[in-house]
T-cell receptor
Framework: DSGVTQTPKHLITATGQRVTLRCSPR?????VYWYQQSLDQGLQFLIQ???????AKGNILERFSAQQFPDLHSELNLSSLELGDSALYFC?????????????FGPGTRLTVL | GQQLNQSPQSMFIQEGEDVSMNCTSS?????WLWYKQDPGEGPVLLIA?????ELTSNGRLTAQFGITRKDSFLNISASIPSDVGIYFC????????????FGTGTSLTVIP
């Protein structure tokens, strides 16, 4: 158990809908990262927050957005969902925002768009 | 974006054999991390490397940070069935604002 929690574990929805994925980092970690992993693909970095502020941005679609709240939990919002958005979405956390980046991953949310 | 290429893409080995895999980049990385992912689960950090030439062990696993800072190697000795999974290298690339990149992965199958 990494100490990172993600909810829900599974999510099934229809095209065009909007969903919110939630992540709670390990106790003491200030940085949260979001990743997308499609079937048989590697992990694609989406976005990073550090202590409430956006720190780095990867290949995140404009339909997707994220935020980190004062209690350091984070939410990833996916809107106007398409079939191709079906994937595993992972959250990771680390103590620091840059440099030494030992990231610890949550169990993931499996999103299925029908 | 940056590409971290891992080889081999997949490996099928007998239990007890040693395993070697590597990760290469076209750019210099200052940190290399190795993760293992089981199907449907989140990646688990195995080893972290912070200095060129560094050699670090974690049980039967040994990883090295290449001298050129463009590659890293992971070795598993005396493989066991629970070593099965996908192994990823990863690292932050500072030239793109600390975006974090994962390698293409090496799938390991251990035959009992």
């Amino acid at each position: 158990d990494s100490g990172v929690t993600q909810t829900p574990k599974h999510l099934i929805t229809a095209t065009g809908q909007r969903v919110t994925l939630r992540c709670s980092p390990r106790s003491g970690d200030l940085s949260v990262y979001w990743y997308q992993q499609s079937l048989d693909q590697g992990l694609q970095f989406l976005i990073q927050y550090y202590n409430g502020e956006e720190r780095a941005k990867g290949n995140i679609l404009e339909r997707f957005s994220a935020q980190q709240f004062p209690d350091l939990h984070s939410e990833l919002n996916l809107s106007s969902l398409e079939l191709g958005d079906s994937a595993l979405y992972f959250c990771a956390s680390s103590v620091m925002g840059g440099g030494l980046n030992e990231q610890f991953f949550g169990p993931g949310t499996r999103l299925t768009v029908l | 974006g940056q590409q971290l290429n891992q080889s081999p893409q997949s490996m099928f080995i007998q239990e007890g054999e040693d395993v070697s895999m590597n990760c290469t980049s076209s750019s210099i990385f200052n940190t290399w991390l190795w993760y293992k992912q089981d199907p449907g689960e989140g990646p688990v950090l195995l080893i972290a490397l912070y200095k060129a030439g560094e050699l670090t062990s974690n049980g039967r696993l040994t990883a090295q940070f290449g001298i050129t800072r463009k590659d890293s190697f992971l070795n598993i000795s005396a493989s066991i069935p629970s070593d099965v999974g996908i192994y990823f290298c990863a690292g932050p690339y500072s030239n793109t604002g600390n975006q974090f990149y994962f390698g293409t992965g090496t799938s390991l199958t251990v035959i009992p």
